[in-house]
C-alpha cells in the first residue's frame, strides 16, 4: 500500500513535469522568433522577398556572349540563349543543348575561355558542365547548364564578355553510361 502511494505520487510528479516541459517548448517558439528577428539570424518572420541581395551591382549592365565549338567530334553543341544582359553580382544560369551525331559513343571535356581574357577571373561558376567529362552515346542528346555570377568588382570598362566552350574528346575514357548523366 505504501509503494502504491509513493509510485502514484511518483507518477503525478512526473506527468506534471512532463506536461511543464511540453508548455515550455512551446513558450520557447516566440522567444526565438524574437531573437532571430533582432539578430537577423535564420529570419522566418520576414518573408523571403523583402531580403535584398547588396552585392549586386543594379547601378550597370554587363553583356554575356556565348559561343561554343567541338573540335574534332560529330557534335552539334550550341547555346540555348546566344546572349544575356546581367547585373554584376547577380546570379545567373544558362544552358548548352548537346548532341552526338556520330555513330560511336564519345566522351567530351567542355574547356572555357574568355573575352577580354582578363575578365575570366571575375566570371565566378557555381556548377558547370566543364567540371566534369561528359559521355554522350551515338545519337544522346543532353542540355548542360552553367550556374555562375559575375564579380561585382569586374572594372567598369568591361561591357561585354563572351563566354566560349570548346568541347574536345578524352581519349582513352570509358563510354558506358553513368547513373547521372555525367552530370556533376
Same mark, same amino acid.
Given at each position: ?17 512532463? /506536461? ?6 512551446f513558450?520557447? /517558439? +516566440?522567444?526565438?522568433?524574437?531573437i ?6 535564420? #529570419? ?8 535584398? #541581395?547588396?552585392? &549586386? ?21 550550341? +547555346? ?11 546570379? &545567373? =544560369? ?9 555513330? #560511336?559513343?564519345?566522351?567530351? =571535356?567542355? &574547356?572555357?575561355?574568355?573575352?577580354p ?7 565566378k ?8 567529362q561528359? +559521355?554522350? =552515346? ?22 561585354? &564578355? ?17 547513373k #547521372?548523366?555525367?552530370?556533376?
Amino acid at each position: 500500500m505504501k509503494n502504491e502511494r509513493a509510485n502514484r505520487r511518483m507518477m503525478t510528479k512526473l506527468s506534471i513535469f512532463a /506536461v511543464a516541459m511540453f508548455g515550455f517548448g512551446f513558450a520557447l /517558439v +516566440p522567444f526565438y522568433e524574437k531573437i532571430c528577428e533582432v539578430t537577423g539570424i535564420n #529570419n522566418l518572420i520576414k518573408p523571403a522577398a523583402a531580403v535584398e #541581395n547588396t552585392q &549586386i551591382d543594379k547601378s550597370r549592365w554587363v553583356t554575356l556572349e556565348f559561343d561554343s565549338n567541338a573540335h574534332g567530334l560529330e557534335w552539334d553543341f550550341k +547555346p540555348v540563349q546566344r546572349s544575356v544582359r546581367v547585373h554584376p553580382g547577380e546570379m &545567373i =544560369q544558362i544552358e548548352y543543348d548537346v548532341r552526338n551525331n556520330g555513330a #560511336n559513343a564519345i566522351v567530351g =571535356q567542355a &574547356i572555357p575561355s574568355y573575352s577580354p581574357k582578363h575578365s575570366a577571373p571575375f566570371v565566378k561558376k557555381m556548377e558547370c558542365f566543364c567540371f566534369k567529362q561528359q +559521355p554522350l =552515346q551515338a545519337g544522346e542528346s543532353k542540355r548542360m547548364p552553367v550556374q555562375f555570377v559575375i564579380d561585382s568588382t569586374l572594372p567598369e570598362n568591361v561591357t561585354t &564578355i563572351t563566354l566560349s566552350y570548346t568541347f574536345f574528346e578524352v581519349k582513352g575514357a570509358s563510354t558506358a553510361p553513368l547513373k #547521372n548523366g555525367g552530370q556533376g
